[in-house]
């Protein structure tokens, strides 16, 4: 009887309201809910006990009723907790230092590495490369840098600094 008059209140809450969403909560494991309710979905389909994909955390009662609200937390963590932060190592290249490099290897004697290298190809070819990355490291500065494991490449300190203003904007306009 009482699942009948329920049944019943769900279907004409339904066809009044039919642009809302109902949440029914309780213990449907015995019960077939496509021949009771078949415009209704079940969206749990798994175990809430157990050893399953979430973890099952108790919370308080939904009005009077006598059941408890679950809420469901993943099992996996995070990127951001599986991993520590990486503290890498960059070089930034401050202004004027490409034209700088430029007039230091405008004034190299090149034709030296040759002379020096005599017919080994690989030693000509190393001093030359050992050279440029000299030259690129005495123009640059270098600076450490902490990366997380979810943060996107392009978003430079710059770019979270506009996006962090353009947030407290928003947030300034629909409050005021």
Same mark, same amino acid.
């Given at each position: 009887?009482?699942?009948?008059? *329920?049944?019943?209140?769900?279907?004409?809450?339904?066809? *009044?309201?039919?642009?809302?969403?109902?949440?029914?909560?309780g213990?449907?494991?015995?019960?077939?809910?496509?021949?009771?309710l078949?415009?209704?979905?079940?969206?749990?389909?798994?175990?809430?006990?157990? =050893?399953?994909?979430?973890?099952?955390?108790?919370?308080?009662?939904?009005?009077?009723?006598?059941?408890?609200? =679950?809420?469901?937390?993943?099992?996996?963590?995070?990127?951001?907790?599986r991993?520590?932060?990486?503290?890498?190592?960059?070089?930034?290249w401050?202004?004027?230092?490409?034209?700088?490099?430029q007039?230091?290897?405008?004034?190299?004697?090149?034709?030296?590495?040759?002379?020096?290298?005599?017919?080994?190809?690989?030693?000509?070819?190393?001093?030359?490369?050992?050279?440029?990355?000299?030259?690129?490291?005495?123009?640059?500065?270098?600076?450490?840098?902490?990366?997380?494991?979810?943060?996107?490449?392009?978003?430079?300190?710059?770019?979270?600094?506009?996006?962090?203003?353009?947030?407290?904007g928003c947030?300034?306009?629909?409050?005021?």
């Open positions: 009887m009482l699942k009948r008059l *329920c049944v019943r209140s769900m279907e004409l809450l339904a066809s *009044c309201h039919p642009d809302r969403l109902f949440n029914i909560a213990d449907f494991n015995h019960a077939n809910h496509k021949s009771v078949p415009k209704f979905h079940q969206y749990v389909e798994f175990a809430t006990r157990g =050893v399953n994909e979430y973890r099952a955390v108790p919370r308080p009662h939904l009005g009077y009723s006598d059941h408890i609200s =679950v809420m469901l937390i993943p099992a996996y963590r995070p990127l951001i907790r991993f520590k932060p990486v503290v890498k190592l960059v070089k930034t401050p202004e004027g230092a490409v034209s700088a490099l007039d230091c290897f405008e004034c190299t004697d090149w034709d030296m590495f040759r002379e020096a290298a005599t017919t080994d190809l690989e030693e000509y070819m190393s001093s030359v490369t050992s050279y440029i990355s000299k030259c690129t490291d005495d123009m640059t500065t270098s600076k450490s840098i902490t990366t997380c494991s979810n943060q996107k490449p392009w978003m430079t300190a710059k770019s979270r600094d506009c996006l962090q203003s353009w947030r407290q947030l300034k306009n629909s409050t005021g």
